[in-house]
Each structure stands twice: as structure tokens, then as C-alpha cells.
């Protein structure tokens, strides 16, 4: 590539120039030659570059496909479909396609067609690649659809369609678009820590490691239980639109693994073991609150008097509907969002720099997402069941922290 000017740029262009074996002598030809290896070597860069925006477009493309055309469990949800009382009707195919996809990954990465840190070195092209596609795709949800609210930003932001199956119901967005913002989340996760064990060799952090070993863990625990995510708040109360697309596009497969974007270029901190395991168990206990919460809900929106972990059910009704009121539910309302906050601590607490904010910002994040999102799910509530919500506020005083708040 020509640099410098005067003096400079005169030496480089007038060195010998050795061309399939043959020494070019002219000042001419080598201007030439150069100029056209300086145009090649920038439209490599360029198309370097341009890959990298493509990529999550790529990538989230071939999940929509394996996604509609994979073998699937066709499985009835909590939603029933407008003006009937048919349940409707989802293809669970998840961890299927997530195997698929990185085991694609792992062969490119092997063969040497796609380098395993290839999202890492284009992080930041994948994300504006990553924020075009939800800008996108959420204009395309939203424009065309019938106004539900006063405000236009308001749709924009939270939504105008409810539920949207496509190719005869082989497709549905909302579970696309977490299982899309999930395997890119573990591509990320991936890509990041091959930057870093390459980097490092035999000196990589085992934190770090760790760190990524616990985020594989939380995408692939996820999806072995994708059924039960039909029963959460996400899948029965949100609409489609920024919040949601733009959310499961951008911010959840790029804004998750910030704990690594921030660190992987950091030595090891050599956090000793203990502390590891001590995160580890942190990571565990908010898993067990988090999932152990849903599955219990989820067995008993299923089968009511179905135990679980050895714990029977206890409820309260008014012949109508009915409110779990015991086991994980009887130790907050949304005792699973502490849950969250954390899995996403331990998780950021392994990388072993506790004094940097950024991957701070992922916790945080939960605290924020949730405290707010616990007052719109009290509301909802208090509005669904009435005086029998009022009874469990009552019974279960707590919001998310036990005997705090």
C-alpha cells in the first residue's frame, strides 16, 4: 500500500518489482502494478468489511430457514387464537437448529474458510449490519399494520401485531426472533473467546473461559426448554415492533456478551478458584430461582394439581381463574427476575475484572428491565384477576427481592 509522500512515495515506486518471476525496471509499469495491487487490496479490505455487516443478516436468514424446515415438535401454547378457543400452535425445533449452526461454525472455522474470530475482528461491522436488519425489520412489522395506539412512536416501539406465524405456521416471528437473537448470541460468545485464546495461548484467562462456558450454558439451557417460553410474559403480553425486534436483532446477541467484548483483549487477572466457584454458585442460584419459577408455573398453567420438585401445588381461585401462591412463588412475585440479575452477576464477576463498568452494564440492564417490567405486570394482573391478585399481594408482600422489596 503507497504511504508518505515526496521522497518517500519516489522510493516505493521506484524499487525493482519482481512480477511472476520476471524483474520490472520501469518507474511506469511499477506505478502501474502497484496502483492495481493497491485498488485490489483495498476492495478486499472493503469487501472484508462488507461481509462483516452482512454476517448477522446471514446468519439469522439461515436459522429463519432450518427453523421453518427442520424436523419440529408441533406443540399447543398458552395463546389462544383471536376469537376462538383454539390454543395455538408452534414448531419447537431450537436446539436443533442452535447444533446445526454451530457445528456449521465450527467446520468453517476448522477448514479455514471462516476464521473462528472472524465475528470478533468484525464485531463492530456485525453490530451496524445487526442494527440495519431490526431498523428493518421492525419498519416492515410495523408501517403496514393498523394503528392500536395514539401515539405513532409508541407503536413503533412496542408493536402493532400481537402474534405472526408465516409459511402456513412453520414460522413463528416471535420465537424466530429468539431463537435468531440466541444462536448469534452464541456465535458471539464463540468468535469472542477464540479471539482471545488465540491471542493468548496458554496464558488465556480461565475466567474468561468460565465466563463463556456459563453464557453457552444459558442459550443452550434456554433453548432445551423453549416450549416453557411460551408460557412467559415476553411470548403472551408483547407486541412486535423495536422493543421486541430490534431487542432479540441487536441488542440481545450483541449487548449480552459484553462482559467478553470488554475483557478478551485483558490478560488474566489469575482470580483464584475459590472466587471462580464462588461466582459459579452465584450463576447456579439465580438458574435455579429463574427456571426453577417458570417450570413451576408452567406445569401448573398445564396441570394444576401436578406437583412439582416434590412441591404441591397451592392456589388460591374465584372458580374462574386461579393464582399459584406456594414453592418459588411464594417467595416473591417474580422471584425469577432476581433470578436473572443473578446469572447475568456471575457471569460478569468471572471474567475477573469487577473495577471495570462495562460488563456491569448487563446486570444492570436486568435491574432495570425488570424492576420496570414488574410494575407493568402487576397492573396487567391486578387487571386479569382482580380481588384474587390483591389476595397474593397480600400472602407474598414481596416484589422480586425476599423480605427487601
Given amino acids: 500500500m503507497w504511504r508518505g509522500s515526496g521522497s518517500d512515495l519516489h522510493l516505493i515506486i521506484s524499487e525493482d518489482l519482481e512480477f511472476f518471476g520476471f524483474t520490472l525496471e520501469c518507474p511506469a509499469l511499477i506505478i502501474v502494478f502497484r496502483t492495481i495491487y493497491f485498488i485490489f487490496i483495498q476492495i478486499h479490505v472493503s469487501m472484508e468489511r462488507i461481509m462483516g455487516v452482512l454476517a448477522p443478516v446471514v446468519i439469522m436468514t439461515a436459522v429463519f430457514i432450518l427453523n421453518a424446515y427442520l424436523p419440529a415438535r408441533q406443540v399447543a401454547g398458552y395463546i389462544t387464537k383471536p376469537g376462538t378457543s383454539e390454543k395455538m400452535k408452534y414448531r419447537i ?144 403480553a408483547e407486541r412486535i415492533g423495536f422493543k421486541l425486534g430490534w431487542g432479540c436483532i441487536v441488542f440481545y446477541p450483541y ?37 426453577g419459577a417458570n417450570m413451576q408455573k408452567f406445569f401448573f398453567k398445564r396441570d394444576p394439581q401436578r406437583p412439582f420438585l416434590g412441591i404441591m401445588p397451592e392456589s388460591i381461585g374465584d372458580g374462574n381463574k386461579r393464582l399459584l401462591v406456594n414453592g418459588f412463588w411464594g417467595i416473591s412475585r417474580h422471584v425469577n427476575y432476581l433470578g436473572e440479575i443473578l446469572m447475568a452477576s456471575g457471569i460478569i464477576l468471572c471474567t475477573g475484572y469487577p473495577g471495570l463498568i462495562w460488563p456491569w452494564l448487563y446486570p444492570l440492564y436486568y435491574v432495570l428491565l425488570l424492576f420496570t417490567r414488574q410494575h407493568d405486570d402487576d397492573r396487567r394482573c391486578a387487571a386479569k384477576y382482580g380481588e384474587l391478585w390483591a389476595k397474593y399481594k397480600k400472602r407474598v408482600p414481596w416484589r422480586i427481592i425476599p423480605h427487601i422489596w
Avoid at 393498523?146 to 400481537?162: I, N, W
Avoid at 456459563?214 to 415476553?234: G, K, N, Q, R
Wanted: glycine content about 6%; hydrophobic content about 55%.
Fill in 93 to 236: 425445533n431450537g436446539i436443533l437448529v442452535f447444533f446445526v449452526v454451530v457445528a456449521t461454525w465450527f467446520l468453517l472455522g476448522r477448514t479455514g474458510i471462516v476464521p473462528y474470530d472472524y465475528l470478533y475482528n468484525y464485531r463492530w461491522y456485525g453490530l451496524a449490519g445487526a442494527c440495519i436488519l431490526g431498523l428493518i425489520f421492525t419498519l416492515v412489522l410495523v408501517l403496514p399494520r393498523r394503528a392500536v395506539r395514539t401515539s405513532f412512536a409508541a407503536d413503533l416501539f412496542l408493536g402493532r401485531v400481537e402474534n405472526l406465524q408465516v409459511l402456513n405456521g412453520r414460522v413463528d416471528i416471535k420465537m424466530w426472533l429468539y431463537l435468531a437473537g440466541a444462536i448469534m448470541l452464541e456465535l458471539n460468545v464463540l468468535s469472542f473467546t477464540s479471539w482471545h485464546l488465540i491471542q493468548y495461548g496458554d496464558a488465556a484467562s480461565p475466567g474468561i473461559i468460565l465466563s463463556a462456558v456459563l453464557l453457552t450454558y444459558f442459550v443452550t439451557e434456554y433453548l432445551l426448554f423453549e416450549e416453557v417460553h411460551l408460557y412467559t410474559y415476553d411470548l403472551f
Fill in 255 to 291: 449487548f449480552y456478551p459484553i462482559a467478553l467484548w470488554s475483557t478478551v483483549e485483558l490478560p488474566d487477572p489469575h482470580t483464584p478458584l475459590w472466587l471462580l466457584l464462588i461466582f459459579t454458585f452465584i450463576f447456579f442460584s439465580g438458574w435455579i430461582l429463574a427456571r
